[in-house]
């Protein structure tokens, strides 16, 4: 099978707490919802990755690129000897970049199970550098014991404007707000990722705002300062649903700098 495709496996269509425990484990063997993997060199921890994105999301942002991933039964069931034999083919390639694996989604705290299994045993049984891709707002559902085979949290930020928040997510800032100061008395590393939408995100108050708390946590490492982009315009077409942001530009090289240069001042490595 080629990175990046589809679990030639059967649909899982659980969204309900009931139907997600129940789906957890079949015969077994810790299974869950997984929408693709794909390996890459970017955003998605130190390296070259081989990132396994779970199906499934609480939050419904306006501008997520992947809106074929929010429910869960978008993907394929999957156990987590399935994906760390997968990445097992790629270890030395991994090794070679000072890469690893990153567990994304989706929202891979949807299913903390099966989430956890596949960094346990990729990172003891791999040896692999491991990253955990999160809004944060199911941070709850992260046991001390995920955590501990976890070498890096990518927090996504969305807004500091509360508001704003929920008008982009549908959901609430806090849990993710308890989420990283949490992390921060777990001295676990952090890289934040702030997404600049132009005419949403970009005022600087709201960029004032994520950059302050970001640098009051002690252990955020790196800010990445992604640039809004429609990429994901067709698939919200594909899916029969509206992509609000058709009409919302792409920032400008000024206005990322000008956003890297807040989260900067506040002595934050923004890239």
């Given at each position: 099978?080629?990175?990046?495709?589809?679990?030639?496996?059967?649909?899982?269509?659980?969204?309900?707490?009931?139907e997600?425990?129940?789906?957890?484990?079949?015969d077994?063997?810790?299974?869950?919802?997984?929408?693709?993997?794909?390996l890459?060199?970017?955003?998605?921890?130190?390296?070259?990755?081989?990132?396994?994105?779970?199906?499934?999301?609480?939050?419904?942002?306006?501008?997520?690129?992947n809106?074929?991933?929010?429910q869960?039964?978008?993907?394929?069931?999957t156990?987590?000897?399935?994906?760390v034999?997968?990445?097992?083919?790629?270890?030395?390639?991994i090794?070679a970049?000072?890469?690893?694996?990153?567990i994304?989604?989706g929202e891979?705290?949807?299913?903390p199970?099966?989430?956890?299994?596949?960094?346990?045993?990729?990172?003891d049984?791999?040896?692999?550098?491991t990253?955990l891709?999160?809004?944060?707002?199911?941070?709850?559902?992260?046991?001390d014991?995920?955590?501990?085979s976890?070498?890096?949290?990518?927090?996504?930020?969305?807004?500091?404007?509360?508001e704003?928040?929920?008008?982009?997510?549908?959901?609430?800032?806090?849990?993710?707000?308890?989420?990283a100061?949490?992390?921060?008395?777990?001295?676990k590393?952090?890289?934040v990722?702030f997404?600049l939408?132009?005419?949403?995100t970009d005022p600087e108050?709201?960029?004032?705002?994520v950059?302050?708390?970001?640098?009051?946590?002690?252990?955020?490492?790196?800010?990445?300062?992604l640039?809004?982009?429609?990429?994901?315009?067709?698939?919200?077409?594909?899916l029969?649903?509206?992509?609000t942001?058709?009409?919302?530009?792409?920032?400008?090289?000024?206005?990322?700098?000008?956003?890297?240069?807040?989260?900067?001042s506040?002595g934050?490595?923004a890239?």
């Amino acid at each position: 099978m080629q990175p990046g495709a589809l679990l030639p496996l059967v649909p899982v269509g659980a969204d309900s707490p009931a139907e997600q425990a129940a789906a957890s484990r079949d015969d077994g063997a810790v299974s869950g919802s997984v929408h693709s993997w794909d390996l890459s060199t970017g955003v998605d921890g130190p390296g070259t990755r081989f990132v396994c994105f779970l199906a499934g999301c609480p939050l419904a942002c306006l501008y997520c690129h992947n809106p074929d991933t929010m429910q869960m039964r978008n993907g394929q069931r999957t156990t987590a000897d399935e994906v760390v034999e997968e990445a097992r083919k790629y270890v030395a390639f991994i090794r070679a970049s000072g890469g690893g694996f990153t567990i994304s989604g989706g929202e891979p705290l949807l299913q903390p199970d099966f989430a956890g299994e596949v960094l346990r045993r990729v990172h003891d049984e791999l040896g692999l550098h491991t990253a955990l891709d999160t809004s944060g707002f199911l941070g709850a559902r992260a046991s001390d014991r995920l955590l501990e085979s976890v070498d890096l949290v990518l927090l996504d930020i969305k807004s500091w404007d509360r508001e704003l928040y929920l008008r982009l997510t549908g959901q609430q800032l806090e849990p993710t707000l308890a989420f990283a100061r949490r992390l921060a008395a777990l001295r676990k590393e952090v890289w934040v990722r702030f997404v600049l939408v132009p005419g949403l995100t970009d005022p600087e108050e709201n960029v004032e705002g994520v950059a302050a708390f970001a640098a009051s946590l002690g252990n955020v490492t790196r800010v990445d300062v992604l640039p809004f982009h429609k990429l994901g315009a067709a698939k919200w077409a594909e899916l029969g649903k509206k992509f609000t942001l058709a009409d919302t530009p792409t920032p400008t090289a000024a206005q990322v700098a000008e956003a890297r240069s807040i989260f900067a001042s506040h002595g934050l490595n923004a890239v």
